[in-house]
T-cell receptor, first 114, second 113 residues
Framework: NAGVTQTPKFQVLKTGQSMTLQCAQDMNHNSMYWYRQDPGMGLRLIYY???????DKGEVPNGYNVSRLNKREFSLRLESAAPSQTSVYFC?????????????FGPGTRLTVL | EDKVVQSPLSLVVHEGDTVTLNCSYE??????LLWYKQEKKAPTFLFMLTSSGIEKKSGRLSSILDKKELSSILNITATQTGDSAIYLCAVPMIKAAGNKLTFGGGTRVLVKP
């Protein structure tokens, strides 16, 4: 079991460029999440998907879109990157609801927007 | 607005010391509180505390939930350098679209030899 995998591990973009962060889990989990982590800010939820076919906004959704491609995969897209989106991005999954079941995190993607 | 606040922001201790980390919360429909440890990369789960399980212990780590004070503490006894990490607490917000976790800002712990 690989758990939660994310690609790429690192990325540098120029302002205005677009990219998609990929996330996949092999634990047959229903719920998946995208977080960003900035220094001193803890983890902030961008979007989440409680089950296949559903997505909803978190605390900081502006500038991002998501796709729950199937039960395994949940991608995060930056359509026009901005320096404020420089951060570390974590994908997570849980079998059931957040706070009921443990969330498992991927290794993260470090994104720099110049 | 629901929020989770951790204190202190950071602390430095020496091996063998005991540390106490605090997490306070303001949420509607409290269900549980979770503690995570984050070393270099992804957070890893430590404990979940609920109304029916207000104290958890694992080795040198223990955590207590105080529902009256709307807070939780995480204790680490006989600290080791491997305990150096960011410790995060989180509380789920119950939403119709599915629960989501709100994290505190974390406490950075550095254990010196």
């Amino acid at each position: 079991n690989a758990g939660v995998t994310q690609t790429p591990k690192f990325q540098v973009l120029k302002t205005g460029q677009s990219m998609t962060l990929q996330c996949a889990q092999d634990m047959n989990h229903n719920s998946m999440y995208w977080y960003r982590q900035d220094p001193g800010m803890g983890l902030r939820l961008i979007y989440y998907s409680a089950s296949e076919g559903t997505t909803d906004k978190g605390e900081v959704p502006n500038g991002y879109n998501v796709s729950r491609l199937n039960k395994r995969e949940f991608s995060l897209r930056l359509e026009s990157a901005a320096p404020s989106q420089t951060s570390v991005y974590f994908c997570a999954s849980s079998e059931g609801l957040a706070g009921v079941d443990e969330q498992f995190f991927g290794p993260g993607t470090r994104l720099t927007v110049l | 607005e629901d929020k989770v606040v951790q204190s202190p922001l950071s602390l430095v201790v020496h091996e063998g010391d005991t540390v106490t980390l605090n997490c306070s919360y303001e949420v509607t429909n409290f269900r549980s509180l979770l503690w995570y440890k984050q070393e270099k990369k992804a957070p890893t789960f430590l404990f979940m505390l609920t109304s029916s399980g207000i104290e958890k212990k694992s080795g040198r780590l223990s955590s207590i939930l105080d529902k009256k004070e709307l807070s939780s503490i995480l204790n680490i006894t006989a600290t080791q350098t491997g305990d150096s990490a960011i410790y995060l607490c989180a509380v789920p917000m119950i939403k119709a679209a599915g629960n989501k976790l709100t994290f505190g800002g974390g406490t950075r712990v550095l254990v010196k030899p």
